[in-house]
């Protein structure tokens, strides 16, 4: 019976549509199946640069041997799904983590897209090149037809722009290309952006695309203003809080309070952003589990007068309508 589960899961997916599911590196799930989810975490970076990255750079055995342990600790603190937000040229590896989901039982999450942060480091030359169209075509064909021959399909757009500048060409493109790959699958696009004049610069561009707000989650959206996150919240963007620590659990309960108080709270996404096995100082670097969350800022959310119910929707029901394959479009 186990094993005709996925059969009867992608029948049922069939039948309704295709629409409303959530794809993980497993395949296709039923969004009320992903339990307490992490909406932005990482098991494996490598910052040598796209010129240089490869799956020559890891040991996979090397990598399952670190990550496991920090992996089975979140599903001991009840996390039962993890988006795994590293994009191509930075470390993605979609067979590693169809292991690692195997081997800990936790859902999770790959993703299609190009990342313009980092001095722009991890973009292939050829995205200077090449148009908006031709880009999300490349992205379009990681749905449709898997990344690269692992058979797995992303389950949603990662792409990147800088913090301290105004969005250059580039990475302009970068959000074309992030819009119309969204109006063509439904993958919701995920910008790691920081401040908020970046993020509105964004939200512009996927208006003017014809993408509706609620398909847009403004990630490291903590380095933007309070202002800023109820303007995007209320605009139905998703507010991604996502480096939470144990050391700075005060600064995200005055965040998340904030747009509690004024009825935003089912916009907003918390994360740890942590890890992670870094193939350039793979023994020097330190691992950051993904448990703070459930170890301190639950604590204190609830001291600040949260409910079970404002827990269930930060960490279910937020994660798992953000991230819905749904095409999105603006009215
Ligand atoms: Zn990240």
């Known amino acids: 019976m186990k094993n005709l589960l996925p059969v009867l899961t992608l029948f049922i997916i069939a039948c309704s549509g295709a629409d409303d599911i959530v794809m993980t590196v497993n395949g296709p799930l039923d969004p009320a199946q992903l339990g307490t989810t992490l909406p932005h975490e990482h098991f494996l970076v490598d910052f040598i640069g796209a010129d240089s990255t490869g799956y020559h750079r890891w040991n996979k055995d090397t990598v399952m041997a670190k990550v496991l342990p920090f992996l089975t600790e979140a599903r001991e603190a009840g996390v039962t799904t993890i988006i795994e937000c590293t994009p191509a040229f930075l470390g993605r590896d979609p067979l590693l983590l169809k292991r690692l989901s195997r081997q800990s039982g936790v859902n999770i999450l790959t993703n299609t897209g190009f ?59 970068l959000v074309r290309a992030a819009a119309r790959t969204h109006l063509s699958t439904g993958l919701t696009i995920n910008a ?42 209320a605009e139905g963007g998703w507010i991604s809080l996502d480096n939470v620590m144990t050391d700075n659990i005060d600064q995200y309960v005055s965040m998340i309070a904030n747009l509690k108080d004024h009825d935003l709270l089912n916009r907003v996404l918390i994360s740890h952003d942590a890890g992670w096995y870094d193939v350039i100082n793979p023994d020097s670097v330190d691992y950051r589990g993904h448990t703070a ?13 949260f409910t079970e119910d404002d827990w269930k929707l930060l960490t279910v029901t937020n994660p798992g309508e953000a991230y819905m394959v749904r095409v999105r479009k603006a009215e």
């Open 115 to 173: 990342y313009g942060a980092f001095q722009n480091k991890a973009l292939p030359e050829e995205a200077y090149t090449m148009t908006a169209d031709e880009m999300a075509g490349i992205w379009i064909d990681e749905w449709e037809n898997g990344i690269e021959s692992s058979g797995i399909r992303p389950g949603f757009i990662k792409i990147a722009v800088p913090g301290d500048s105004l969005l250059s060409e580039v990475h302009e493109k």
């Open 192 to 233: 790691h952006t920081g401040p908020d004049a970046p993020a509105f610069a964004e939200l512009a561009i996927l208006k003017e695309e014809g993408v509706d707000p609620s398909a847009f989650v403004w990630t490291h959206a903590q380095g933007g203003t309070p202002e800023g996150h109820l303007k995007m919240a």
């Open 293 to 305: 969350i459930f170890t301190h800022l639950k604590q204190a959310l609830t001291a600040k007068g």
